[in-house]
């Protein structure tokens, strides 16, 4: 592997930035911010959706 290495330099050097907090940590935070706006938005549409059946219910 050491062999392997000297022929592919970004390749030794791509494996250490995973292992840096630096590179993962903004990747977690945009993951869980989308994570958080999904789950946001589905929590909305089912609001709508009973706030919708009650103004049925409501209306007749």
């Keep these: 592997m050491a062999g392997t ?4 330099p970004m390749l ?3 494996r250490a ?3 840096s907090r ?3 940590q903004p990747r977690l935070v945009f993951w869980a ?3 958080g706006i999904g789950v ?4 909305f549409a089912v609001l709508a959706d009973r706030a919708q059946e009650l ?3 409501m209306t007749g």
């Design 5 to 8: 290495s000297r022929k592919y």
């Design 55 to 57: 103004f049925q219910l």
């Design 40 to 43: 946001i938005s589905v929590l």
């Design 33 to 35: 911010g989308a994570l």
């Design 12 to 14: 030794r050097r791509s």
């Design 22 to 24: 630096r590179v993962w």
């Design 17 to 19: 930035m995973w292992g």
